[in-house]
């Protein structure tokens, strides 16, 4: 396998990388920051409910939702991302998702140690201090014939521009997520006091990948991984993509006679999991849209939970018998997310 040792990359670029090796059949490691701040939003979200994108634009921040679950995060120099690209039928991975995160994570959790920060991975997608402060968050899921696993070092982190970048009710609630995201959220900096020089941590982070994935070849950024990058740039920054969870139904509660529009929210262990549905005469579900910050592999599949709901009864056994059938036929895999958290969702929509 080969790693991909990066420095700081311009634009969105830091994120698209993975997305264009994926698609080019590339194996191995990448080692990258971004060279300007950015917001990535998970695969499965609504960016509309969950960044604050009239803050984004006036203060130029982009905002690009990458093909992997997860939730709205702010990124930036301050971060070293590690992600992982290898074909889905490699022998040499786990299958099961979990198995994944939990294999893959070692080497971000081992480079922490090494600086004298006792991490431990924490299902279903962190990576916490022996104090239980995060100091990671991770995503995964499938591109094409390929599998990616991404996570990002923090070696300090924006507090306040997080904070502001996501979309909340009011500002009472926007200084919560901030004053949480002091208590619960660490860095290399707050732990250590200062922050170990970035090449130091990019070699031991490779050494310590080294120990699961074999011998790294360093391979340099070419000329046709930058045009495969300029190439699916346009469909990543197109509205159409980054609304892609954003749901078609009319706002309000009550459209026309015996229509209703309604909206779930449910917190799962594998995160958090929203619904819009438009319901016919309180009995049939006509259309339905489910987002959210967890991830699911097939990431597709997500298409095919919607479509199997849609006129069904309005009744949580039915949609519990629904989506667990689609799990099973589509052989999904969602850690911390079952059938019965979608229905919950969806039945319980007010």
């Not at 120099?77 to 690209?85: A, D, H, S, T, W």
């Not at 490699?90 to 998702?97: E, S, Y």
């Not at 070692?106 to 104090?131: H, S």
């Amino acid at each position: 396998m080969n790693v991909l040792n990066l420095d700081k990359l311009p634009g969105q670029d830091s994120m698209l990388i993975f997305h264009a090796l994926a698609r080019m059949g590339y194996e191995g490691l990448i080692i990258v920051s971004p060279a300007q701040p950015l917001v990535s939003v998970g695969y499965f979200q609504d960016t509309a409910k969950e960044v604050d994108l009239g803050y984004c634009r006036n203060a130029t921040i982009p905002v690009m939702r990458r093909e992997v679950g997860g939730g709205a995060t702010y990124l930036d120099g301050n971060q070293i991302f590690y992600q992982v690209v290898w074909d889905s039928k490699n022998p040499n991975f786990p299958r099961n998702i979990k198995e994944i995160f939990s294999y893959l994570s070692e080497p971000p959790c081992e480079t922490y140690r090494k600086f004298g920060i006792n991490a431990t991975f924490r299902a279903e997608n962190d990576i916490v201090t022996d104090k239980g402060k995060k100091i990671a968050g991770e995503g995964g899921g499938d591109i094409g014939d390929s599998m990616v696993f991404v996570g990002g070092i923090l070696m300090d982190f924006d507090y306040a521009t997080m904070s502001r970048v996501l979309k909340v009710p009011d500002e009472k609630f926007r200084d919560k997520i901030y004053k949480s995201m002091e208590e619960n959220l660490t860095t290399m900096k707050r732990e250590l006091g200062v922050i170990p020089p970035r090449e130091e941590i990019k070699k031991i982070l490779i050494e310590s990948f080294e120990k699961i994935l074999g011998a790294l070849e360093p391979v340099e950024l070419d000329d046709k991984t930058i045009s495969k990058i300029r190439e699916i740039e346009k469909w990543f920054t197109a509205d159409s993509f980054l609304h892609k969870k954003t749901p078609r139904i009319p706002q309000g509660v009550k459209i026309k006679e015996g229509i209703e529009i309604l909206y779930g929210l449910y917190k799962a262990k594998g995160g958090l999991i929203r619904s819009a549905e438009e319901i016919e005469n309180k009995r049939t579900i006509k259309e339905i849209v489910v987002s959210g910050d967890f991830n699911l592999f097939p990431k597709e599949a997500l298409n095919d939970i919607e479509n199997a709901l849609k006129n069904k009864d309005f009744d949580e056994e039915t949609i519990k018998r629904e989506v667990s059938r689609t799990y099973e036929k589509k052989k999904i895999e969602s850690p911390g997310v079952g059938p019965e958290d979608i229905a919950k969702t969806v039945a319980e929509a007010k």
